[in-house]
């Protein structure tokens, strides 16, 4: 090449010193007067254009020899920057054959979303929302790497210091004004050994509960996907009792906080079994059986014998198939054809107050009071009396639509709590408690800000607690990933709280909390 291109360089230049030569005869018939100092200006004039055109010559020749010796693949549209070059494959066996048709759902419930980022195919290397980074790929599997995390401030100056419970004790309330990186998911999830084989772990982590036994949490799961209508998994998962257990997180409109009326009747987090698909376009749904409602600081010993903890999810979405990325809440994709979305959610379980061998003191937080208090707490209900397991049923069914950047959705819920097993007589034999929140959003700038409003009811046995926030959402770089989220919150008597939500138990009183998040 090297060769060739010298040859040209020296074919280029007899040519210009011939063409200037033959010049000077002409232009000594064209002006005789003219002399030898401005004839030798003009020749260098022209031999200075014919070097600038060899120069450009030389420039693409080089390009191409640098085209001819590297042949790049060039980058897929809109990637962040260019893929790696694959590794090479493993020379220690033979490696699988690709089924047709790969797959890299996780067994968690995502609701299939047509034409988004996740329900394409990450390359190497490379970025996709809610999927995080490709680290590696290959015959023999991929591995993606995610991570959540978020800076808050949180602010209850504007809180009541105590409360009072429908028995007339006052509590304290432990009012805090204090910066945290509250918590850190970090997600490895993929497949091994057939693109249908999945695997999700992750790591978590919280802030608030630095220095206790729950401060760091490994788990995860194993799921085989047979085909879109049916994929089974195992380990670590959502009860699928409540629509924000139904895969949306984190693209929600506060920053890992639900509404009270959520938090107060869903289920949570336990290991169990699971099946979920899509029945037809636009219908999915998920089934589990679970170990008990929330696995968090419950040990394998404390859980009692009967595994009869189950909870069923059916969504349907009628206009479009979808409703964004997870079915999330708010509209950040600015649907131009109206979405809707209707689901149903059930959950059934035996629950017992979970507690060491050698304690009495109950680890069941999950199941509580219109009033905050938990139900296991002995003398809650008689004196002298404790519960020591009852049934728990909730239900909860919900409805919503986006259109161009507008979202609105309703859920309602009844929790029933019957069949109580105790060391006493006791005065009730049944408690029901009802509620609703409804969420409501607008992206006032596309893509960049988003205001929204929300609010929740319990109408229960012991108190009818609320509340009612309004804030905000803004992608400074407009995009999914990093955001800045404010929002001022009112609260009355609420039943539910931890130091890692933004409002304790008994809350009553205005806060104000904002954070920094970046999930990818």
């Known amino acids: ?159 009541d210091d105590t409360y009072i419970d429908h028995f007339g004790d006052v509590k304290n309330v432990d009012i805090r004004n204090d910066f945290q990186v509250n918590k850190v998911f970090l997600y490895t999830k993929g497949w091994f050994l057939d693109p249908r084989f999945t695997y999700n772990f992750y790591v978590w982590s919280s802030a608030t509960a630095l220095g206790t036994d729950t401060n760091t949490l490994v788990a995860g799961s194993l799921g085989y996907k047979f085909d879109d209508a049916l994929s089974i998994g195992g380990g670590v998962s959502a009860l699928p009792s409540t629509r924000s257990l139904d895969g949306q997180f984190p693209f929600w409109h506060r920053v890992d906080a639900r509404l009270i ?57 009628p206009t479009t198939g979808e409703f964004g990325p997870r079915a999330n809440f708010g509209d950040y994709e600015y649907h131009e054809d109206l979405a809707t979305l209707f689901s149903v959610h059930f959950t059934s379980s035996t629950e017992d107050k979970q507690s060491q061998a050698t304690s009495e003191a109950p680890e069941n937080t999950q199941i509580r009071l219109s009033d905050g208090a938990t139900l296991f707490t002995p003398d809650l209900l008689a004196p002298g009396v404790t519960i020591d397991q009852l049934d728990y049923r909730m239900l909860a069914l919900s409805a919503g639509l986006k259109y161009r950047g507008f979202y609105l959705e309703g859920e309602a819920y009844r929790r029933w709590l019957d069949d109580f097993r105790a060391n006493g007589a006791l005065p009730v034999d049944e408690l029901t408690d009802d509620g609703f929140q409804l969420k409501a959003s ?56 931890a130091y890692s939500l933004p409002y304790p138990v008994g809350a009553n009183g205005w806060l104000f909390v904002t954070s920094a998040e970046v999930a990818f």
């Open 442 to 497: 607008m992206m006032a700038v596309p893509d960049t800000l988003q205001v929204f409003v929300n609010g929740s009811k319990i109408w229960g046995e012991y108190g009818d607690p609320w509340d009612a926030g309004v804030g905000f959402n803004w992608w400074p770089f407009k995009k999914r990933g990093f955001r800045i989220n404010g929002e001022l919150v009112f609260i009355n008597d609420s039943p539910v709280g």
């Open 1 to 159: 090449m090297k060769k060739k291109h010298a040859t040209v360089r020296f074919r280029v230049c007899t040519l210009s010193a011939a063409i200037a030569f033959a010049a000077l005869p002409a232009h000594a018939q064209e002006n005789d007067s003219l002399s030898m100092e401005q004839r030798m200006q003009r020749l260098e004039q022209r031999q200075a254009e014919y070097e600038r055109e060899l120069a450009q010559r030389d420039a693409r020749i080089r390009e191409l020899e640098d085209q001819l010796a590297t042949k790049p693949t060039a980058p897929p549209e809109n990637a962040p920057f260019a893929a790696s070059p694959p590794a090479p494959a493993p020379v220690i066996a033979t490696p699988p054959p690709t089924p047709s048709a790969p797959t890299t759902a996780t067994p968690d419930f995502t609701p299939a979303v047509a034409g988004s980022d996740e329900a394409n195919e990450s390359p190497f290397g490379l970025f996709a929302p809610g999927k995080g980074f490709t680290v590696a790929k290959t015959d023999w599997g991929e591995l993606q790497l995610s991570l959540f995390t978020y800076l808050r401030y949180l602010n209850q100056e504007g809180l």
């Open 261 to 317: 009326a959520d938090e107060f009747m869903r289920g949570s987090f336990t290991q169990g079994v699971w099946a979920n698909g899509r029945i037809a376009e636009g219908l999915d749904y998920k089934v589990m059986l679970g170990n008990n409602l929330s696995a968090f600081g419950v040990a394998a010993a404390q859980l009692d014998d009967k595994f009869d903890t189950w909870a069923a999810s059916l969504i349907w979405m």
